[in-house]
């Protein structure tokens, strides 16, 4: 296991709706990435957060949005939610940025399910 | 554009059997490849990272991975199967060149060891 924590664990919401959801990240890491993952599908990155700076966006719209925290924990914010957003959200932190080398470790998600 | 393509949905191996699971890549620059395991309704764990030198990667549970640059592949490989190894699979790319170094998954596969 490693010492990250997504809560909630389960979250149900209706079409239009905004939610938050939240990650701590494991003890020492300053970097927070955030991604979508969808039945039967990988892991999609929405983005990453160092050190309290957004430090990367993948091709997701202005409605997903995010904050990192000055002790590294962070948030993923979707507002008017569509039924497409339906899917587990994964939290996954690392210790640095060293140029795409460094290793990820994931929480273990939270499953979103838009009615 | 990088992508990634894991041309198994699934991948069915006797226990005691040796196991393959296929990637392949397509990055501009050089890649940082990464295997990652995803046991159900968890996160994904770590098994290796390819960033440069030695070709033979070993990592975790017995696991290794051979990067083969003229065929653009990552295959992950055990000598033995275990049927603790059934889950579901994923290879990841990044691009060193153009600085974002945003990760690109693959679909997964399934890997079922029967007893």
């Known amino acids: 296991e490693t010492g990250v924590t997504q809560s909630p664990t389960h979250l149900i919401k209706t079409r239009g709706q905004q939610v938050t959801l939240r990650c701590s990240s494991q003890s020492g890491h300053n970097t927070v990435s955030w991604y979508q993952q969808a039945l039967g599908q990988g892991p999609q990155f929405i983005f990453q957060y160092y050190r309290e700076e957004e430090n990367g966006r993948g091709n997701f719209p202005p409605r997903f949005s995010g904050l990192q925290f000055p002790n590294y924990s962070s948030e993923l914010n979707v507002n008017a939610l569509e039924l497409d957003d339906s899917a587990l959200y994964l939290c996954?932190?690392?210790?640095?940025?060293?140029?795409?080398?460094?290793?990820?470790?994931f929480g273990p998600g939270t499953r979103l399910l838009v009615l | 554009a990088q992508s990634v393509a894991q041309p198994e949905d699934q991948v069915n191996v006797a226990e005691g059997n040796p196991l393959t699971v296929k990637c392949t890549y397509s990055v501009s620059g050089n890649p940082y490849l990464f295997w990652y395991v995803q046991y159900p309704n968890r996160g994904l764990q770590f098994l290796l990272k390819y960033i440069t030198g030695d070709n033979l990667v070993k990592g975790s549970y017995g696991f290794e991975a051979e990067f083969n640059k003229s065929q653009t592949s990552f295959h992950l490989k055990k000598p033995s199967a275990l049927v603790s190894d059934s889950a579901l699979y994923f290879c990841?790319?990044?691009?060193?060149?153009?600085?974002?170094?945003?990760?690109?998954f693959g679909r997964g596969t399934s890997l079922i060891v029967h007893p």
């Open positions: 996954a932190s690392s210790d640095s940025l060293a140029g795409g080398q460094e290793t990820q470790y």
């Open positions: 990841a790319v990044r691009d060193t060149r153009g600085g974002s170094y945003i990760p690109t």
